[in-house]
């Protein structure tokens, strides 16, 4: 099925100026880009939309590393798009990512690992809803 899922370029790689490079192999992939946005998070909103993790010992660590530069956020769409997308970022940790995958190439650590991306149906809707209104998502 078309799906949609909510993709995060993260501080790592903005900084490292990776956002073409990252989104070059998502739309390799078959992925394309339906809504996207460059933004600076506030602590409060990046520890809103990792809320799931408050008990996690890395939870603070995450939430100030989010908000310490821009990040852009996007939508992308195509057949099975949540796993797709998944494949394409490669495991949490770099040192365990496959070949190719952008966690593999472009990763510094579990934490500092450039890309986020939804890990399920109702993650992907929850997450949409959260940085983009319908109007901003343009199929
Ligand atoms: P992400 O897909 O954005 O969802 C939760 C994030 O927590 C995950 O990617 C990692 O970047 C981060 N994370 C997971 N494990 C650790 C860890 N041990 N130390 C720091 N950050 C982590």
């Known amino acids: 099925a078309i799906e949609r899922t909510l993709s995060i370029i993260k501080p790592d790689a903005t900084k490292r100026n990776l956002t073409g490079k990252i989104v070059a192999k998502f739309e390799d992939a078959g992925l394309r880009v339906v809504a996207s946005k ?21 939870y603070g660590e995450l939430v100030a590393y989010m908000a ?18 998944r494949e394409v970022m490669g495991a949490t940790d770099p ?17 500092e690992n450039s890309v986020h991306g939804s ?21």
């Open 38 to 58: 460059r933004i600076h998070l506030t602590p409060a909103q990046a520890g809103e939309f990792y809320a799931e993790h408050k008990e996690r010992g890395f």
């Open 68 to 85: 310490s530069e821009p990040v852009v956020v996007q939508v992308l769409e195509g057949e099975g798009a949540i796993a797709k997308n």
């Open 119 to 139: 890990d399920s149906p109702a993650s992907a809707a929850r997450e949409i809803a959260f940085f983009f209104s319908g109007l901003e998502l343009v199929g």
């Open 95 to 111: 040192a365990a990512a496959a070949e190719g995958t952008i966690r593999k190439e472009f990763a510094l650590s579990k934490g």
